[in-house]
């Protein structure tokens, strides 16, 4: 994958997000990298589907010494959805993307996806669907502003949210 601001300080063994999938990189050259993907990947993410030319969003672990600007992300991409609609304003656009069964239940109005690594807000949240705002800064510097309904990107929920989930199931089975 090519791009050389992320990749010019790189050091084999870094991780790379691709598309909100952690990638360990293989090889580089300062300007492009190399990683190695499993078939857990391909099957789990949008990965499988890139072509010669795709564009990607990059973008370099977190460092301790760097403020967090938006919620905790880790590259673990939890599955797969579907744009399903685009609705432009005068100052953002309001995309709605379809869910896979069950990871619904991590996501809650005003808390936190990522969607192709891009940390956004939750709008609102259905059944099957949720929305985000994407404002200007957001559809200029991602591949969020140009991706199309019926197109696939990459979820990864909140991790806290899956801790809570854990936790407070082995409780409520204690107390049972």
């Known amino acids: 994958m090519r791009g050389p601001l992320v990749v010019s300080d790189a050091g084999d063994g870094d991780s790379i997000a691709v598309n ?17 993907v499993m078939r857990e990947t391909l099957d789990k993410t949008s990965l499988g589907a890139f072509r010669p030319g ?9 460092t301790a010494e760097k403020r967090l600007g938006g919620h905790i992300v880790q590259g673990h991409v939890d599955g797969t959805g579907e744009i399903r609609s685009r609705t432009p304003s005068e100052h953002w656009e309001v995309v709605e993307i379809g869910l896979p069964d069950g990871m619904g239940r991590y996501l809650v109005d005003k808390g936190s996806i990522t969607v192709d690594g891009v940390s956004l807000t939750v709008v609102t949240v259905t059944d099957d669907s949720f929305t ?8 200029a510097r991602t591949t969020l502003g140009i991706k199309q309904p019926g197109e696939t990107v990459n979820l990864e929920v909140d991790v806290i949210a899956k801790h809570v989930e854990k936790l407070v199931g082995a409780y409520t089975k204690e107390q049972s």
């Open 20 to 36: 909100g999938c952690c990638l360990t990189v293989v090889s580089h050259d300062g300007e492009a990298f190399t990683a190695d």
């Open 132 to 139: 985000v705002s994407l404002i200007p800064e957001t559809l």
């Open 54 to 62: 795709t564009r990607v969003n990059l973008e370099r672990a977190v």
